[in-house]
């Protein structure tokens, strides 16, 4: 079974399958996924956290790991809104890198 969507580049599948490792499976995803630029999209009921239920720090640790930007916004009643777009490199603009998590966490270690 495949669950790469017709629609979706290379880039769009690469962000559905951080999406699916974050939330431990394709089959947890829940909601449809949509197209978002050269990225995706979807819904996620309920929220996430830093630890006991560590969905937040899963998230940022294999977006790190992926490249993957994931953005969080509204959605609606119960819901939050995911938007991921895949990076090409450690290095370039902004909107074309991703840090590892080990810079990302120096810089914030930094700057507080």
């Given at each position: 079974m495949t669950y790469r969507k017709?629609?979706?580049t290379d880039d769009q599948y690469s962000c559905h399958e951080t999406l699916a490792?974050?939330?431990?499976?394709?089959h947890h995803i829940g909601n449809k996924v949509k197209p978002c630029g050269n990225g995706?999209?979807?819904?996620?009921?309920?929220?996430?956290?830093s630890f006991d239920f560590d969905q937040l720090t899963r998230a940022v640790v294999i977006a790190h790991d992926n490249m993957v930007r994931?953005?969080?916004g509204s959605s609606g009643p119960g819901l939050f809104r995911l938007m991921l777009h895949k990076r090409k490199g450690r290095d370039g603009d902004i909107?074309?890198?991703?840090?590892?998590?080990?810079?990302?966490i120096e810089k914030v270690r930094t700057q507080r």
């Open positions: 017709d629609w979706m490792q974050i939330v431990r499976g394709f995706i999209e979807t819904s996620i009921y309920g929220g996430w956290a994931i953005e969080i909107n074309e890198r991703h840090p590892t998590i080990e810079d990302a």
